[in-house]
């Protein structure tokens, strides 16, 4: 199982980034799917994740207003627009996918499988 998290980068405040992680080697129209981030020196935390149909989205709430996520299961692929950026959400993002749908996705400890994250730098 790969996945490969992408689109990361340096922008100002207020500015836009639309992070890809493209999924192989597992079924992905079957895994809830979900991204976190770790600024450094802090714990990995919950940003957003969608179930495995698309039909339920969940954010933490500093996120609900500026971020989404989407999937596209034909392209085996989960994104995460983010708009207004801070640069409090300066990060290395990951995606997680989960195989059980009947755990919550909030958990990082639920993911079965991690991609290796792609940096995001907001600038002040």
């Known amino acids: 199982v790969q996945l490969q998290a992408f689109g990361g980068g340096l922008v100002q405040t207020g500015g836009s980034l639309r992070l890809s992680c493209v999924a192989s080697?597992?079924?992905?129209?079957?895994?809830?799917m979900g991204w976190f981030r770790q600024a450094p020196g802090k714990e990995r935390m919950f940003v957003a994740a969608i179930s495995w149909g698309g039909a339920g989205t969940y954010y933490a709430n500093s996120m609900k207003s500026r971020f989404t996520i989407s999937r596209d299961n034909a392209k085996n692929t989960v994104y995460l627009q983010m708009n207004s950026l801070k640069p409090e959400d300066t990060a290395v993002y990951y995606c997680?996918?989960?195989?059980?749908?009947?755990?919550?996705?909030?958990?990082?400890?639920?993911?079965?499988?991690w991609g290796q994250g792609t940096l995001v730098t907001v600038s002040s």
């Open positions: 080697g597992l079924t992905f129209s079957r895994n809830d």
């Open positions: 997680a996918g989960k195989r059980s749908p009947s755990t919550t996705v909030f958990a990082s400890g639920n993911y079965d499988y």
